[in-house]
Every structure is written in structure tokens, then in C-alpha cells.
């Protein structure tokens, strides 16, 4: 929707004058309370005043920011409420009382299939709209076996908010389903796993393109990152510079990054430049891969890591990582973060998208965990 446009001088609107009010920018019917025209969004200038009932009870809200008890009054049934007023909220997400704009679910959300697994993510501090999205599923039993995905739909395209979560849900739903079982081995089944993730990838592309208008100048695109626990057995892979993080409890094991950006600032560091250098130089965040229609290669890094002591998996989005790129001090930061949120991966992805937000949360945040052992 568009801003607000200053209307014309607003006509009497009392009754004697005009017993069925009209907006005075377009003619939409309006009632003597509204402020702002439902139809093209115009200022009014109400005759009487908004009747705002008592406070309902709070009702858990799952998938966009929590609105302030202060600021919940009842709304019209079955209609989300305003947070500024307590109108009711349209279909196109803007309160048909005030014309304030809703947040939107995508906003931030939380996912949590089973207690070992759990991501989060947001749109930040600086951006209008989160672009990035995650996608997870797993076993009850903890340490069975998990698909994390995260998404990172590239600013510059369109309706890469609406193409990202389409690809990672394919890209999960897949994997999910997929459980390929190799020739028994762990090496065979590390390969067939592989190729999943290969497919995955492409079904993943196919998502995005099927969410992007056949007209489209500036072609929707994202990228991928993911990865599958089968017990002790990870398999990952990656297109872009969306992370793939093996992060063992400290003293344990070493940390390790598993995925290997698509990305100029990749490139510089294989040329020798220090990582601090790469990827806060010019074009530090240009990937040279990505999944949509305009992408010539859409077949992920793959990898395989086999997990012998206790820590966590963690896929996500460089707007975590920016702030926090070395395994190291991922590592460091986790075992912060976890002693006071402990071992369940729900608040602990939580705490990292609010540490990432407390840093200035220049991008969209996705964090996507398993905890092994």
C-alpha cells in the first residue's frame, strides 16, 4: 500500500449535511467515526468519536511481534486487532479504523517441530520487510534425525519475501521426505543424502520461479542453505552465503564453518585476503550464486560431517553472521547465549536473533538449530 497523500479540504460530514459520508478524495462510502478512508486510504476528519470497548483477553499470537496488553482492546470478531487503537485490521493488513499497518506474520516467527529443533526469524531493525525464511522438521526422538533450511531472498529482486519461503519449505518438505538409505554404509549413505540435497536444491529453484511474475524485469531469487541429521551423520549443503555451522560445546571440540560461501568475498579469501578484510570490503556480500530464474547454476556445495560429542547445528543467514563470522566466536557466543537460555534451541535462537538485532540488525536474521548429544 502505498503512503498516505494529503486529501483535499474535507466537506461537512455532519449529519444534516451529508446523511451517508463520502471520502472526499475518492467517494467511497465512509461512516462519521473513520479517519482514514478503507478504500484509497485519504485522511478524514470524523464528526464523532471511535467507541472503544474494554480490553480483551490476550490471546497467544505465534507468528508476527507481540502487541502490548495496553494496546489490545477488542477488535471486530474474527479480525485481527490494531495495536494502536484496537480496530479491526483488514485484509490488506492497514487497521480500517486508523490506517495503521499491522506487522505482518513474516515479520518474526518461530518454528519448533520437537525439542531438540527449533528456529527463528526477523526481519531486523533496518529493513522494511523480512525477506529471509526458514523451514524445519524433525523426529520426536532427540538426535534422530532433522532438515533445517534457511532462505535469503536477495533484496534487490522482487518478491524474493514471497520466493524465499516458498523455496525453503520445498526444499524441506523434500528432504523430509527423502530418506535414502545408500548401500548401508555411512559413506554411501552420506552420498545419497548428498544428491537429495541436489535435488532438493532444484525443486527449491523451481519454487522460486513459479513465484515470480513471467514479466518480471528483476527476477525473484534467494539463497539456500541446509542441512540433514541422521544421528551422528550430518549432511549439508549450500547456494549463496546463507551458513551451514558445527559448533561443539566448548572444551569438547573444535568449531567448524561446514558450508563454503558462493561469494566475492569468498573468492578474495581464497585468494589470501584475511576474512575480516573479504568481508567488509567493496562487494563483501555479492554472491555468485543464488537460486531464480535468472541463475545459470543452481547445484549446492555439498558436504558431510560425522558428530562424536555434545553441541549444536546452526544454519543461518548472514544477518547472524555478519556480526559474528568465525567459528570460534559463534561458538563463543552460543555457550554465552545457552547458559541462560539452556539446552532447549527455541530460546536459544531467539537470544541469537536478539544479540543480532542488539548489533544493529542491519539485515533479516534467520537462526535454525539441532542440538546433538
Known sequence: M???????????????????????????????????????????????????????AERPIELSRPVPASAAPAATAGAPACASCGGAVGEDGYCTTCGSKAPSPRDHYVEQPASWVAACCDRGVRHDRNEDATAVSADPVPGSRAVLVVCDGVSTSTDSDVASLAAARSARDLLTASRPSGLGVTASRAAALAQALETASAQANEAVIANTAPDSDNAASCTLAAAVVEGDLVVYGNVGDSRVYWLPDPGVGDPLQLSTDDSVAQARMEMGVARADAENGPQAHAITKWLGRDSQDVRPRTGSVALSVPGWLLVCSDGLWNYCSSAADLQSLVAELSAAAGPDPLPLSVALVDWANAQGGRDNISVALARHG
Open 2 to 56: 502505498t503512503d498516505f497523500l494529503p486529501a483535499a479540504a474535507a466537506p461537512d460530514l455532519s449529519a444534516a449535511a451529508a446523511p451517508t459520508p463520502s471520502c472526499p478524495s475518492c467517494g467511497a462510502d465512509v461512516t462519521a467515526a473513520e479517519r482514514f478512508c478503507e478504500a484509497c486510504g485519504a485522511p478524514l476528519s470524523p464528526t464523532v468519536d471511535v467507541v472503544v470497548e474494554a480490553p480483551a
